[in-house]
């Protein structure tokens, strides 16, 4: 009853973006003769009402990987009832046909330089490889850099905090907020931003916990919690004072963490360090907004030569239009999704142990970070 509940509310939020964008196009519904669906494992089992218990049970295996071409009219899709769907094909229960879609945009499959490619979002997918062969992980990111469990955490619509600095000295912020209007909330990438100006002025010290007593008018007192003012209730569009919390900086450390502890045993498990990889391709719709030198800063991504970061976007829209448009690229996606390798972080004790180690700003290990140890070790102002 719950599987067939959750397929019809998935297939209906499907259909109202077909018919957003039939409208904005001005086309028939009867023109459309291809469809592709590029998600992840467990959106696509649910989609069809297949079983998705086992995705999260040992050994953590999909009832289905790769799908025969279906109709539209036989699922229940508002396009031309003969028309072909594609189904993105996902490798793992828990890396699915968006990161195949992907990895199929970027095309460093094709490519000889060792790439690290990583997906952020609720789960951060990390792909490793290259022509010659494929690792592929997920790890439990949380849904903090999407806003989840952040007090005003919100997705980067009109009015998040996207991009922020901090005055060294009275610890004012200055910010750029989305739709240039009064801020409502914070959004992943200004949440980045600001933990990395509060690490570098002292506000906050590298386990995550303020610094600064709550009588400086920049900080407040919520209950139990200290609590840093990032926007005053007259500068907000809420009347309330925006608030960041120590729970929200535990929280955004805990998946800071296990990102960048999934980087670190994949590539051990293909017997690599950092200093071996060629290229990291960041994607996502939050990917695109980061600030590279600050989220290595509070110890995200890896601290590499920023020449090697790219940044792609949205790469599974982008691959899902290639396959829409060719056959010959619909054959690649099924040979990318079975060339990868998946390795399973969940009984993994290493993996443990570098998150553990990883719950530092930026890391238990400096030595790690060697650009974030030098501004460190500068003087920081008294608080």
Known sequence: MVLKKLSTMGLATINGLLNEAIDSAEVKREQI????????????????QIEPRYIRRDPYIPSVSAFPLLKAGNIGLKANPLAAVFIM??????????????????????????????????????????????????????PAFEGGGVRWGMRAEDGAIEKITIDPETFTPCFSVVGDTLPRGICGSGMIDLISEMLKTGIIGQNGKFKVDTIHPRMTQDGDEKAFILAFAEESSVDKDILFMESDIDNLI???????????????????????????????????????????????????????????GNSSIAGAYMVLLSEKYRKEALEISNR?????????????????????????????????KKIMQKPQPPA
């Open 340 to 372: 990868m390798t998946y390795i399973d972080f969940s009984s993994n004790n290493q993996f443990m142990d570098e998150f553990t180690s990883a719950l530092f700003l930026p890391h238990m290990n400096i030595e790690e970070f060697p650009s974030v």
């Open 33 to 48: 003769d291809n469809v592709v669906l590029s998600g992840n494992t467990t959106m696509i089992h649910l989609l069809f």
């Open 254 to 312: 805990r998946s800071k963490g296990a990102v960048y502890a999934g980087f670190k045993v994949l590539l051990n498990q293909a017997g690599f360090d950092f200093s071996m990889v060629d290229r990291m391709i960041i994607t996502g719709g939050f990917g695109q907004y980061l600030d590279l030198d600050k989220a290595v800063f509070i110890g995200l991504l890896p601290d590499l030569d920023r020449r090697k970061f790219q940044s792609l």
């Open 89 to 142: 094909p996902g490798p793992a229960s828990y890396v699915g046909g968006d990161i195949v879609s992907g990895l199929l945009y970027t095309g460093f499959h094709r490519e000889e330089a060792i790439t690290l490619f990583i997906d952020i979002g609720t789960n951060g997918e990390i792909v490793l490889g290259n022509k010659d062969w494929l690792m592929t992980a997920s790890c439990s990111a949380g």
